[in-house]
């Protein structure tokens, strides 16, 4: 006959269990956290009459004129200083993989030279922040690259969910509860936080704060505020808002093609992509078509600019893209499917609804490549 255990082991039992289910549990979660990376500690809340005094300063006398001491009910932090990485910092340049989440290998291939740090809090005290992020490349092509990088990506611009334009520099783009600020080599990145309100409160407080301040840091920031070359010469016409990426390495994927600026178009129910590629000059355009008519499958079409190839363009398990391409002067423009529209097993019908047809492309590619330059 089995013998029933006494209350005090099945109490002391039961408490060894319950023990060794929490070291357990503590244990997967620092491991978890070790995995995923450990969140960041929450901003310590401010003080009210926190920007009695003006507000906090800048040190780092390179970058101080950017900020603005206050703006929107905030102003800098007076009890917290910015940190500073990169060319003439304190910081390396390395750090700044902890700060963007190990994407520093990313802002290195477009070229970040410096990042600067700093941070903004409530005159009226509590938990919200805004954070800034100013970074300085080596290029305005880089910082403008890494700038339709945030706002487009490898993304669709026609998508809801992509930052709306707003006013500020060479362009600017608002979030929910962050922003985007370009000008010249410059690319600010601007997060407004408050962990105590949930995300429709969070955008309807951050659009009270945010677009200001990205408006005056725009007219702050030094350098030109004209798109590079390649993406100013993009048809404006039918362009999707914020519709550019602008990319800094080969085009395309195709080695010796250089860097250029894709646009993004809608026509009804149809979409399509721009090519922009603008080199130095017309040696250097046509080299840019000779490498593209080497491309397997590609073939010479006639009757279109200065000569024009067309091609087929894969990448991955994604359907090929049909493209056409022409000379004028020094710049190469291409005319393309959209690639977020398709998928594999469309039928001829569904394709024909959302692509042009290579004489859709042929037309607009021949406006192109004889119309004045914008």
């Not at 090519?275 to 000779?290: E, N």
Request: proline share 7%.
């Amino acid at each position: 006959m089995a013998h029933s255990a006494s209350p005090a082991w099945s109490t002391r039992g039961v408490l060894l269990a319950g023990a060794l289910t929490a070291a357990l549990a503590v244990g997967c979660g620092k491991k978890e956290e070790e995995r995923m990376g450990a969140p960041p500690p929450p901003a310590p809340a401010a003080k009210p009459a926190a920007c009695a005094g003006g507000g906090g300063t800048i040190s780092d006398a390179a970058s101080a004129p950017f900020f603005p001491r206050t703006i929107g009910g905030f102003c800098l932090d007076p009890n917290g200083a910015e940190k500073t990485f990169g060319e003439s910092a304190p910081l390396p340049l390395d750090s700044i993989c902890d700060m963007f989440d190990g994407e520093c290998e990313i802002y290195k291939g477009f070229g970040v030279r410096r990042v600067v740090e700093a941070r903004y809090v409530s005159g009226a005290g509590g938990s919200a922040t805004v954070d800034v992020h100013l970074s300085k490349f080596g290029s305005t092509e880089g910082a403008y690259g890494m700038f339709t990088k945030r706002t487009v990506g490898d993304g669709d611009p026609a998508d809801e969910a992509t930052p709306r334009l707003i006013e500020g520099g060479g362009a600017a783009a608002m979030g929910v509860g962050n922003a985007y600020l370009w000008r010249g080599q410059y690319l600010a990145e601007i997060t407004y936080n408050d962990e105590a309100l949930a995300e429709a409160a969070l955008k309807s407080s951050s659009e009270k704060v945010l677009p200001g301040l990205v408006k005056e840091m725009g007219a702050k920031l030094p350098g030109e505020a004209t798109l590079p070359p390649a993406a100013a010469t993009l048809p404006k016409d039918n362009m999707i808002p914020l519709g550019i990426r602008y990319e800094t390495k080969d085009v395309l994927g195709v080695d010796g093609a250089g860097p250029g600026a894709f646009g993004y178009y809608k026509e009804v129910d149809k979409r399509y992509r721009v090519l922009s590629v603008v080199r130095g000059d017309v040696d250097q355009a046509k080299d840019v078509l000779s490498t593209l008519a080497k491309q397997p499958g590609a073939s010479r079409e006639k009757g279109i600019g200065d000569g024009a190839v067309r091609l087929m363009h894969k990448e991955g398990d994604s359907p090929a893209t049909e493209w056409i391409f022409a000379r004028t002067d020094k710049t190469v423009y291409g005319v393309g499917d959209e690639a977020r529209v398709l998928r594999s097993g469309m039928t001829a019908d569904e394709h024909a609804k959302v692509t042009l047809t290579k004489e859709e492309k042929s037309a607009r590619l021949k406006k192109l490549v004889t119309s004045p330059a914008p």
